[in-house]
């Protein structure tokens, strides 16, 4: 039997709100993080950090990555901002069909790599980030570290990630 997807807290009334504070600066310093750790992991990626409106405020990709994972990463970003949860929480929802009907749009990313930016229990932006498989998300990390954000969200999908195999 399929898992029933429960209404995500970051849904339910108040619990997280949109709202502004994401500075560029900010957003530069999480970028060269991404980068730094991309490096250690030795895979060429993309990064996108994206505004409360979904809207992208930074990117960068680095020299030879997959040109696929420029619309990717932007998509992941849009995604966690709009879906206000990692967007690797999409998978098992979507793939049962619980969701399907429901929330079907064309830049909806359900893979890891894509995570919300809270501040204060306020969605201020979304991070999102491609190239890898499992480098994905230990690279978010790390731009969510040097960003300031929690990084619980990505503990856990590693986690599960684990779990997988």
């Known amino acids: 039997m399929a898992k029933v997807f429960g209404t995500p807290a970051a849904w339910k009334g108040g619990n997280v709100c949109y709202g502004s504070g994401l500075t560029l600066k900010t957003a530069k310093k999480m970028l060269q993080a991404a980068e730094n750790e991309a490096g250690k992991q030795g ?23 997959m040109l696929i994972s420029v619309q990717v990463a932007m998509d992941k970003a849009y995604t966690a901002v709009y879906g206000k949860m990692h967007t690797g929480s999409w998978t098992n929802p979507l793939k049962d069909g619980t969701l399907m009907p429901l929330f079907i749009h064309e830049r909806l990313i359900s893979f890891p790599g894509g995570f919300p930016l ?42 599960e990630a684990e779990k997988r195999g």
Do not use: C, Q, W, Y
């Open 118 to 159: 809270i501040k204060k229990g306020k969605l201020v932006g979304g991070l999102g980030v491609s190239g890898g498989t499992t480098e994905d998300v230990p690279v978010a990390m790390a731009a969510l570290k040097a960003g300031g954000f929690s990084v619980s969200e990505a503990e856990e999908a590693l986690k």
């Open 43 to 65: 895979v060429p990626m993309v990064f996108a950090i994206a505004d409360s409106g979904g809207n992208l405020l930074a990117f960068h990709r680095m020299e030879n990555a």
